[in-house]
């Protein structure tokens, strides 16, 4: 075990300790929560968060643009910060649109995609000037209509769903057929309507998948990523201005995952510009990552409410649990639960006990932590769990019986 | 496919239809959701609800009270109705307690059960003289407190963990280690305390187990809760005024699931008050039903957005999916995605067709409905998933992507 108190994960480089303690934007992670009078809360920080960042952003060729999808986070807290390191934004509902709005980010730099946008999303969209990324022909017949009626120009892009996959990846969203953007064989069609249109052509947005920790598995998807895209603008007949390649970098989670190394996919990204370079050297080439960003600087932390041991194993219950952090609880579409990376955040390095951790729910699905070693921990202390940056707070359900919600605080 | 549409569930006696339309409350269901102004929306069934909880009641022995487990659809103008025509209300948290309250059912009949409850929900119930069902002996020590505190009697249940479990049932909450009350064979000694102190005993909760539908295994656990009731009743020294055998009772969600059959069940427990007559005659058995009671008596309905064929697959687009309804998304705790009963609520009978429902979000897990055969639908059509009246609303992640929330009316 290491110096924190955890199994599988080391948070070397993205959180200090003091002591027994966990610290975050050099306060202890006790003084924090003492301070904010209450639990559960996610505390998410700044710092980790912009190094992240910086570091990605100092390594990518000059020609990329990273941008932030907001759906891993959407606390205004969180995109404000945010908005000020990425190149833009994009959202996936018409609440997000408001929140990447409210950033500041310019809505030159900002898009939307979603397979269902609703009459008000496409309108407030068509108002503020963001980039569409047109999901399907009747979608676009009905941007048309609403941007006649606003006398504004619609700026379009197309979201293909390509022919291929990206391997390894926990979120496949592409590949044989799809509710996602228009089939890569049918789109020459759409583009020449797009084309005959008053709207104007953005260029395309090409996602196959998400969460992959496998750097040949990035490499392979962005190559034929590259590869379709010059084939799709051939019929474009119109100059591809953007190229969302999608993002796809995953985080580790569980006992095995190896950090994403970044050095092979820089590299492929700038072999493949330099492939492309006379049919894309005026694009912007968007690299649209959200969990990567944010899903490292994020702690979900509960209090120990009590402590049994029943028929030989000891049980720590907290204040919170899947309704706070349903993946954690490994019941958001997980076929098996293994354990997140946690801790007790004021008893590191202390003599580790093999528990489980629980929160109040009654539903034996509510476990935040099976079978641990964790330093042996008392009502009152802090249970952490990492790796909570991103899809935590948003994808869990908060009234689940209806306990009081988690709090965010940015540090 | 019976005339509702419907493949593999028939809402025969629970709505009716007309020609190709849904009806709910005398209403057709295009017409309740034109009024609304709105989707998507969660529909209760008010008349569906009366006639569950009547049929039932009309069948239970007279020394069993029903009990309605608030946790299942705390919406307060369900739990207004459901408290009109049960004989008491089971929380799981201090708001649910506050639903509870103000539906104007007595705190004598209102019970709390939970591994994790806080000082404010173990404050609030003590000030308002419900039963507390005590989770462990360190809560037991807490409860103490705080009533001598505040100058009022505590009302303590013990909540048992039995050394058995409910079989072929979807959640098992009991048997081996459990975070879940207090082990069967060391409760003696926490009874010896309760006997000893200022606490008002009033019984046991003893749950094994919910969601089966087979009679013989709630038979089987039935039986041996009323023995462990009896073993644990000899070490009280005190009257049990209260046992609580839990529920457990199930509703048939997918293809191949039959109805519980309540005969046998209803037989059984008429043997068990006869066998145990000289321990609990005066004893008040609570049957704690949640699902059961509302399950069936809900809809979820969503409006087709857009419909789009992709490489030979035709998906309906619709406005709320996996954000909204969890469980029918498939991605919660399930380790096998099963389709809930869906049908199109306005095209009832239409020539039926191959396709997969998916909701606005950008992910591939948001799905309702995978390669069913469902009535030809087009956009501004109405999807409605049945048996959504228990942990639809509540057990889903509302903030997920940013969308808005459904609504919840009960018709």
């Known amino acids: 075990m290491n110096p924190a108190g955890l199994q599988h994960y080391s948070p070397q480089g993205l959180f200090d300790t003091d002591g027994l303690h966990l610290v975050i934007a050099g306060r202890r992670l006790v003084d924090i929560v003492e ?33 932030y999808a907001v759906k891993a986070n959407p606390m205004p807290e969180v995109v404000n910060h945010v908005a000020t390191l990425v190149d833009g934004l994009d959202v996936a509902s018409g609440r997000e649109l408001s929140t990447a709005l409210l950033s500041g ?13 609703s009459q008000w999303e496409l309108t407030e969209s068509l108002a503020a000037g963001i980039t569409l990324n047109v999901e399907s022909e009747t979608e676009f017949e009905r941007i048309v209509r609403i941007s006649r009626t606003l006398n504004k120009t619609a700026n379009v892009a197309l979201r293909i769903n390509p022919d291929f996959e990206l391997r390894a990846s926990g979120v496949k969203a592409s590949g044989g057929a799809q509710p996602f953007g228009v089939d890569a ?34 490499i392979e998807a962005q190559a034929k990523t590259f590869a379709l895209a010059r084939q799709l603008s051939q019929h ?49 080439v968007i690299l649209e990552l959200g969990r990567y ?5 994020g702690l979900y932390v509960t209090r120990i409410i009590d402590r049994k041991v029943s028929r030989g194993s000891t049980y720590l219950i907290t204040d919170g649990g899947l ?9 958001f579409g997980q076929a098996v639960r293994r354990n997140y990376p946690v801790t007790i955040g004021n008893r590191l390095g202390e003599p580790a006990e093999k528990v489980s951790v629980v929160g109040p729910l009654c539903t034996p699905l509510d476990i935040l932590a099976k079978n641990m070693d964790l330093p042996r921990a008392d009502i009152g202390d802090l249970v952490v769990v990492f790796q909570s ?6 994808a869990s359900p908060l009234n689940f019986l209806s306990h009081p919600e988690p709090k965010e605080y940015l540090a």
């Open 185 to 218: 064989e049918t789109a020459p069609g759409l583009l020449e309507k797009i084309a005959a249109s008053d709207a104007k052509f953005a260029g395309f947005q090409i996602f196959s998948g998400s969460q992959t920790l496998r750097a040949e598995a990035l």
């Open 236 to 284: 474009a007949g119109l100059p591809v201005r953007k190229l969302n390649i999608g993002g796809g970098f995953g985080i580790p989670y569980f006992p095995g995952d190896a950090p994403l190394v970044l050095t092979p996919v820089i590299e492929n990204l700038n072999a493949l510009l330099a492939q492309y370079r006379k049919e894309f050297a005026t694009t912007e």
């Open 35 to 67: 301070d904010l009078g209450c639990t559960p809360v996610y505390v998410y920080s700044r710092d980790v968060i912009s190094r992240r960042i910086q570091a990605l952003k100092s390594r990518l060729p000059p020609q990329v643009r990273l941008h």
């Open 389 to 394: 940056g991103a899809y935590g707070y948003t």
């Open 105 to 117: 980010m310019q809505p030159a730099d900002i898009s939307f995609a979603g397979p269902g946008k």
């Open 323 to 331: 309704n706070h952090h349903l993946a954690a609880s490994g019941n």
């Open 293 to 297: 960003l944010v899903g490292e600087a």
